[in-house]
């Protein structure tokens, strides 16, 4: 039987010696590397970084009666293993529908405290968490926060600090896991603090002469430890950087080895005997065990991504760098995503003109307005639901001077197996009351082209277009223009008009065939930009007795709703549609599989059409049921 088999729970661990645990930390390395390459899905760098630290952790403070946080969350599988479920990752559930999820889930386990996977909040959470517990008395029970180094490049971490180290007396431990890395390469001078802390061999080297200096004196006992505290501490000083945390007021220990289970869980109960807000830094290798993912300088091994890639954000990453050398104004912004968001071809291109700032979106969308006031045309490239962090900074910030930013936001709508926190659903939605911003929807690799060059060519306010993630739609060409709106499908009745939004077309049209199939005309437009909506395409619309939408964006307040209130603020008597996402946070799953089993097929919206049409009274010589409509 292996050790991992034998770890049912953090009970087990305390069982094992420390043959045991080095074998354990070997199996769960191994199991790590075979079934998440295996499933091209998961992040697996992070994973491997954390497999000591997190035996450690599981060792020292008894989950789920402590409350173990993880920030952030995709580092979490090996508590899960050790919180057992390492069944899921054998079966090779992970991410998949029905299976495991990839970030901490309280439905799983009780051992999962928040599902976050938004960085810099777990701080927060902990800090509410331990004040709940001392105003509530229950004084035997840990706060833990096991925070990654690039999360501490998020303001909402120093807000919390900031808060933590006011309370001289509330037990919380915050483990920061320093490898230097984020989604890729930590930036900023805090990430150069840390890599001080870690790098400068002089103190260690000069404190040990030091020691056996004074263990020759007379020196014994308690003189002797005074005397070296106050020499560690003034050697502190002097050779490395004044300790940053220290000077907040939380106790400092580390730096620790984080792969050396002795040290991390001598460090771990220290800090908990302490009885107030402790720092814990560990020093961790991300990918730590697996050649490849040590050596992988573009993170490509953070996350396994599938065999297809992400054609969309290929496209504008190819476009920005062509508009970037014809332009010198342009300039780029990122919040720790350079590769992932398509901008590091520019910034190799171009390296004074691309701003990476770390997990600090709202800092990002706010410099990006003193950029734009300095004269330049900034592009923010972030993922969908990321800029919800933002949105004050883009509607006060940019929005209210009337600034020429742009935002390029890829992962919109469905995302699939990375969890309800990451489909970018929302944006259509919360982003249609910004006084004057302009937002594209582009369906292809020609209009993300065309509308990106629309976009920057904008000088006196916000733009924003937004793509969703995974292979491009096929070249969809239209047959005519309404306004801004492309026609991609002419009918000569005027029964049904199918407004597809974005990445949506390739649905509006297998729908426009469906209804032709059964008799029915349907006219499929692209309306290209969704706000403000084209005055053209409205009065256009108001000619067609049905007006379907079809949006990968939730139905609350998106672009459907917004066709609505246009048409009925002209007096129109066409009846709305609108097929979008409804409002709940979705399974993870692959794309295909949640926007079928939240009706955004093409089947099913062609059936949902024909029954809205029946009811409407118009089609009454129509014989079929329209429930006979097969797949």
């Not at 840390?194 to 002089?202: C, F, G, I, S």
């Not at 995503?337 to 709202?362: H, K, W």
């Amino acid at each position: 039987m292996s050790v991992l088999a034998s770890v049912r729970g953090p009970a087990d661990l305390r069982k094992l010696d420390a043959g045991q645990l080095t074998e354990l930390a070997a199996e769960i390395r191994e199991l790590l590397v075979q079934e998440v390459t295996r499933a091209k899905s998961g992040h697996l760098g992070p994973n491997l970084g954390v497999v000591e630290l997190t035996i450690a952790l599981h060792r020292v403070f008894d989950s789920p009666r402590d409350r173990i946080l993880f920030d952030v969350g995709h580092q979490a599988y090996v508590h899960k293993m050790l919180t057992g479920r390492a069944e899921g990752f054998q079966h090779g559930t992970l991410r998949r529908r029905g299976g495991l999820s990839g970030y901490p889930s309280q439905a799983e386990s009780d051992h999962d405290v928040i599902e976050n996977s938004h960085a810099s909040t777990a701080l927060s959470y902990a800090d509410g968490l331990a004040a709940a517990y001392a105003l509530r008395g229950e004084d035997d029970r840990e706060v833990v926060v096991v925070v990654g180094d690039g999360a501490l490049t998020g303001g909402m971490a120093w807000e919390a600090l900031n808060n933590i180290a006011a309370v001289k007396d509330r037990k919380l431990v915050v483990v920061v896991n320093d490898n230097g890395r984020s989604y890729e390469p930590t930036h900023g001078a805090f990430a150069s603090y840390l890599a001080t802390l870690r790098t400068n061999p002089k103190y260690e080297q000069v404190l040990a002469l030091v020691k056996d200096s004074l263990e020759r004196t007379p020196l014994v006992g308690p003189p002797l430890y005074d005397a070296l505290h106050g020499i560690k501490r003034g050697l502190k000083d002097a050779i490395s950087p004044q300790g940053l945390f220290e000077d907040l007021g939380l106790k400092y220990v580390g730096p620790i080895d984080g792969h050396d289970v002795v040290s991390v869980e001598s460090a771990l109960r220290k800090a908990r005997r302490f009885g107030g807000p402790v720092i814990v830094h560990c020093v961790t290798q991300k990918g730590r065990g697996y050649a490849a993912a040590e050596q992988d300088e573009q993170d490509n091994l953070h996350q396994i991504r599938g065999e297809h890639g992400d054609g969309w954000t290929e496209v504008f990453s190819d476009e920005i760098t062509r508009i970037a050398g014809e332009r010198d104004d342009v300039v780029g912004v990122t919040a720790a995503m350079l590769y992932s968001t398509g901008l590091a071809p520019m910034a190799e291109r171009f390296p004074d003109r691309v701003y990476d700032v770390g997990i600090a979106e709202q800092h990002a969308v706010t410099k990006a307005a003193g950029l734009a006031l300095g004269g330049l045309h900034p592009v923010v490239a972030l993922y969908a639901t990321f800029l919800n962090r933002a949105f004050d900074q883009l509607l006060m910030d940019v929005a209210l001077h009337r600034l020429p930013v742009t935002f390029v936001l890829t992962r919109a709508g469905v995302t699939g197996d990375d969890g309800p926190s990451h489909n970018g659903m929302w944006d259509m939605s919360i982003l249609q009351v910004v006084p004057g911003l302009r937002i594209a929807a582009p369906r292809d690799a020609a209009s993300l082209r065309e509308q990106l060059r629309e976009a920057v060519a904008v000088t006196d306010a916000p733009t924003l277009v937004r793509y969703p993630k995974g292979d491009v739609c096929p070249q969809a060409e239209p047959v005519d223009r309404v306004g801004r709106a492309d026609v991609l499908r002419e009918s000569a009745g005027r029964d049904v008009l199918v407004v597809a939004v974005g990445a949506m077309v390739p649905c509006g049209l297998e729908v426009a065939d469906r209804l032709a199939a059964e008799g029915i005309g349907a006219t499929v437009v692209d309306p290209r930009w969704v706000k403000p909506l084209d005055d053209e395409l409205i009065a256009f619309a108001d000619g067609f007795r049905l007006v379907v939408v079809v949006e990968d964006n939730g139905r609350v307040g998106g672009v459907g709703a917004s066709v609505g209130q246009a048409l009925h603020e002209a007096g129109s008597s066409a009846a709305v549609r609108t097929f979008g996402i409804p409002p709940r946070f979705l399974d993870h799953a692959k794309r295909a599989e949640v926007l079928a089993a939240i009706g955004l097929a093409g089947q099913d919206v062609a059936r949902e059409v024909l029954e809205t049409m029946s009811r409407l009274g118009e089609l009454a010589a129509y014989d079929a049921d329209p429930r006979d409509l097969r797949s």
